[in-house]
C-alpha cells in the first residue's frame, strides 16, 4: 500500500477557519426522530480530528493491505508526526525509500510494519532496514462503504 501526499505546505498543515456544524445527540441507526430535539453543541471538526495543526498532514491511500482495519483506497488519512509511535498505531511510514501505511507491532522482540490483510504478508524492521515514522494516524475519512 503507498500513499500520496496533497494539500502540504512546506509539510505542515496550514490553519483554516473554525467553521462549526449542528452536532446532534444520539441519533439511531434505525427508525427516524426528530433530530432538533437531540442537539447537543456546535462542533468544529478541525477541533475534532486536527489536535496539532502545525504538525498534521493528509494522505490520501492506494492499495488494499490495510482494509481489514476500515482503511480503503481513497481514503484520506489524518496524520500527526508530533506523536511518537506505540506498539499497535498505524503508522505512515517511510521504510527503505517507499512511503506505506501499516500497524506498528512487535512479535517475540521484533518489530513489523503488518498488513490488515490476509492477502498481504508483514515486513520485518531490523537493523537493516531504512526506516522512518512520519507519523501517527489519527483518523479515517471515507463514505459510507458499499456491501
Request: no cysteine; proline share 5%.
Amino acid at each position: 500500500m503507498s500513499v500520496k501526499f496533497f494539500n502540504l505546505k512546506g509539510g505542515l498543515l496550514q490553519e483554516t477557519s473554525s467553521n462549526k456544524y449542528p452536532l446532534f445527540h444520539f441519533i439511531k441507526a434505525g427508525f427516524p426522530s426528530p433530530a432538533d430535539d437531540y442537539l447537543e453543541s456546535k462542533l468544529s471538526l478541525d477541533e475534532l480530528i486536527i489536535k496539532n495543526p502545525p504538525s498534521t498532514f493528509f494522505v490520501r491511500v492506494e492499495g488494499f493491505s490495510m482494509i481489514d482495519s476500515g482503511i480503503y483506497p481513497n481514503d484520506i488519512l489524518v496524520v500527526d508526526k508530533s506523536l511518537t509511535a506505540k506498539i499497535n498505531d498505524v503508522i505512515v511510514a517511510l521504510l527503505d525509500g517507499d512511503f506505506t501505511v501499516k500497524r506498528f507491532i512487535r512479535v517475540n522482540g521484533k518489530y513489523f510494519l503488518k498488513s490488515e490483510n490476509k492477502g498481504f504478508q508483514d515486513i520485518p524492521i531490523d537493523e537493516h532496514s531504512n526506516f522512518i515514522v512520519w507519523g501517527v494516524v489519527t483518523y479515517v475519512i471515507h463514505k459510507p462503504i458499499v456491501l
